[in-house]
Each structure stands twice: as C-alpha cells, then as structure tokens.
C-alpha cells in the first residue's frame, strides 16, 4: 500500500483544528486510559491499522496491560473492563457504528450511568473525533511505522 497524500501538509490549518479538539478534550478530566481504549476500540472497528498502532502504543506508554489490548475487539466477553469503561465502550460501538445503530436509549442510559451530562459530551466529542481521524488515515492511507524484522539466527 502506498500513501495517497500527506494530509498534514496538505491542509495544516484544518489538522491543526481537529487536533484542537483533541486538545480539548484530554484537558476535559476523562481519564487518559479511557481515551486510549475508546480511540483504541474505535479505530478497531473501522479498520484504521494506522490509528490501532499508534493509540494501542499510546496506551502502553500509560501503563495499559497487553491483556486488555489484546482483549479489547470482545471487551463484551471479557471481565477486565470496569462498568465505566464498559458504557464508554458500548457507546463508542453504538455511535461508530450509528448509520446501524442508531445510538441506542438502552447504550445511552448505560453510558449515562457512570458519566456526567460534560463528560457524556467529552466522550461523545472524542468518538466523532478518533472517527474523523480514522476516516482520514484510511482515505489517504496513512501507513503505520514498520520495524524491521530481526534476522534470523
């Protein structure tokens, strides 16, 4: 696969702004590993290898276990996520996927259970923002980092 364009060169203002919203909202108070495994589950979903490298490694640096990462794509089977994460996770799938889901009352009320009216427009805010971003990386196909592979012994 090759890059279509690098669209930060390309359009630096509006990175710049979409950046400000993300800015935004890591000052917000939600908690910096929820924003890892929200941006981490929606670019799951949407298939941004680009955005899963970066936002898994981002919440590594966090101190993010691998377990959960690894266990993230069936947060629903898994007994590693707090309620808090889990209605934050179930609305970062309801609103990825709105054309399908429509947001549903019962994700909604879930979601509103553990988060304040603030932090249930943080949330929402930082799902449509990580889905821009998705969205972008995949259209231009933004290519992830690669290491190169250890030679063999």
């Not at 932090?119 to 929402?124: G, K």
Request: net charge neutral; glycine share 2%; charged share 25%.
């Amino acid at each position: 696969m090759k890059p279509r364009m690098n669209f930060y060169q390309a359009a630096p203002e509006t990175i710049k702004a979409l950046s400000a919203v993300e800015t935004q909202i890591v000052a917000s108070g939600l908690e910096k590993s929820l924003i890892e495994l929200v941006k981490t589950r929606a670019s799951q979903i949407n298939g941004c290898a680009f955005c899963i490298n970066m936002h898994t490694q981002d919440a590594r640096k966090l101190g993010e276990t691998e377990q959960r990462l690894y266990l993230l794509s069936a947060w629903r089977e898994s007994p590693l996520y707090t309620d808090r994460e889990r209605a934050a996770l179930a609305w970062t799938d309801a609103v990825t996927l709105i054309a399908d889901t429509h947001a549903p009352d019962d994700v909604y009320e879930e979601m509103r259970a553990h988060f304040s009216e603030a932090e249930a427009v943080n949330l929402t805010m930082l799902i449509g923002a990580i889905n821009a971003w998705n969205r972008i990386a995949i259209s231009f196909r933004a290519i992830h980092p690669v290491k190169a592979k250890a030679a063999a012994a």
